[in-house]
């Protein structure tokens, strides 16, 4: 089992910034791909970035260039750098820990991007 606890969401003006941090305890590999997902009202989950153990990122082309994911493997924890924030960003953040058919999510925190 993996845990995952995510922090740093909060309700921050449009153009502001906001850093995402996910920890996982727990059963972890040494190889495993962490991500970060987001819901909006009445959507459906999308995938936001995703980053592998060698530091290989990805992003949804709606985040490229203002979000930055990265990860500290001593430290299992996984960040979220999100900058030049718009309304359209506004959802709840889930950080999910992947590993071939295993995969956890966390509990998700939630982001609000209002002025």
């Known amino acids: 089992q993996v845990q995952l606890v995510e922090s740093g969401g909060g309700l921050v003006q449009p153009g502001g910034s906001l850093r995402l941090s996910c920890a996982a305890s727990g059963s972890i590999a040494s190889i495993y791909l962490m991500g970060w997902y987001r819901q909006a009202p009445g959507k459906q989950r999308e995938l936001v970035a995703t980053?592998?153990?060698?530091?290989?990122?990805n992003y949804a082309d709606s985040v490229k260039g203002r979000f930055t994911i990265s990860r500290d493997n001593a430290k299992n924890t996984v960040y979220l750098q999100m900058n030049s924030l718009t309304p359209e960003d506004t959802a709840v953040y889930y950080c999910k820990y992947s590993r071939y058919v295993n995969e956890y999510w966390g509990q998700g925190t939630q982001v609000t991007v209002s002025s």
């Open positions: 980053i592998s153990t060698d530091g290989t990122s």
